[in-house]
């Protein structure tokens, strides 16, 4: 979203929060695909990642009387989706399930097979301790760029701290993973 839409997406909230339900519609129309996206890139396209981002939306309406005009709307519905998806993951493991398709190369886990997907998955820990080493700013901005409304060009300032981001990012999985 550039600028003008995130201008807008909080004013619209913030009538939400008044009491003004002719606005849901724009905020429903705003976050729904950046919700359902950040929730893919989570969890892996399909239903969950959809139930999540409706999830998310469920709650961000039951609670718009609680919602800080002061603070940005975007980051208010990515919270509240990834703790969403974070449900999700935690009722996938306690059922020991997996999606078909887990988003990482196109194939299940048994089309790898087992030493391949223990690789995989130490892997994706690897990169998940890297992320978790990089500071808050640099974790926002990556899920910033990747959440972010593509049809627009970036802004200088924007695609340099995604450049740094991006640096800090390879230093520390070099220091965690050694290559």
């Known amino acids: 979203m550039d600028e ?49 981002a409706q999830e998310a ?23 509240v989706v990834a703790w969403e998806c974070k449900t999700v993951a935690r009722r996938r493991g306690r059922r020991r399930e997996r999606p078909l398709d887990d988003g990482v190369g196109g194939l299940s886990d ?24 990089l500071s808050e700013e640099d974790r926002s901005t990556l899920v ?4 972010r409304d593509a049809s627009g060009p970036a802004s200088p300032a924007l695609r340099k701290r995604k450049e740094r981001a991006i640096e800090r990012l390879r230093r520390a999985w070099r220091r965690i993973h050694g290559e």
């Open 4 to 52: 003008r839409a995130l201008r807008e997406l909080d004013a619209a909230m913030a009538r939400v929060a008044d009491g003004d339900r002719s606005a849901c519609p724009l905020v429903f129309d705003r976050l729904w695909p950046d919700l359902v996206t950040f929730a893919a890139r989570t969890l892996g396209p399909g239903p969950d990642a959809e139930d999540a």
């Open 57 to 79: 939306l469920e709650k961000l309406f039951a609670n718009a009387a609680n919602y800080d005009p002061h603070r940005p709307t975007l980051a208010w519905a990515l919270a």
């Open 110 to 133: 048994s089309a790898l097979g087992p030493e391949a997907a223990a690789e995989e998955s130490a892997m994706l820990d690897a990169l998940r301790g890297a992320f978790e080493a």
């Open 144 to 147: 910033s760029t990747i959440t």
